[in-house]
């Protein structure tokens, strides 16, 4: 008599906003399983990759290439034609990951979110901790020519939000913006990646870069270690928006801070890339109000 064949993946889901590497393991193949690789920069279209991984890609089609700002959130149509054309389905459960470890992939779960799917989970520690872990991998760059998905975008309103949103924020004594670069970046004493920004911050944001939720290796600290880096940037606010350099590692920060147990989140779409432009909107240097 032969074994009963497991259930689909979209019998399963996801756990919570992280899945371990052995998690997605036991599960890959399975049917309603979609694995996204969602590197960036040097790192986008590399080798090797999950099995079956499909790309999930920031620096083309999964960003809104008519803004002035880089990563930019597309439209809910835009999206949506994106993720059909990459087989998803609404009963779909995807897993997102990066080579970095957690970088960019928590910006493929942040905007997913956004447009109203929920089951979506990153890949703690990303594929160096699937490859440590000894998981199989395949050759050259992740990939699709399957069939066409059903999926469509539901926008959620406040998970994106834009600079005016945002000055609004660092007005609010009830909110905290909590800045994910560098704390050089931040300060205005290293030099920004893009050119033409200016140096520094928002005055009254917090800096709280994003390797600072992280473990050596890439994957997330535990959730009460995360609560406790949270309040010691933001106090006793609960109301937390997160910036970056364009967008990417402030989703991290969005995140950690889901792992903590925060609910009223928000990233700022345009972060410093458009914050940082010329313009009449202030700019702070030095260490500011940095934990």
Known sequence: MSAPTPPGIDAVGVPGPLVAADWVAGRLGQEGLVLFDASVGARRGGAPHIPGARPFDLDGDLSDHTSAVPHTMPGAEELTEALRALG????????VYDAQGVYSSARAW????????DRVAVLDGGLPAWTAAGHPVEAGPAAYDGPRGTFTARPRSGLIVDA?????????PRAAVLDARTRERYAGTAPEPRPGLRGGHMPGSVSLPFGELQCDGG????ADELRTVFEAAAGDREQLYFS???GVTACVLALGATLAGYRELAVYDGSWSEWGLPSERPVATGEGDSP
């Open 244 to 246: 970056c350099g364009s």
């Open 164 to 172: 005016d949103t945002v000055a609004a924020a660092l007005a609010d």
């Open 88 to 95: 998803v389905r609404d009963t779909d459960t995807v897993v």
């Open 219 to 222: 994957a997330m600290r535990p």
């Open 110 to 117: 942040w905007m997913l979110r956004a447009m109203g799917f």
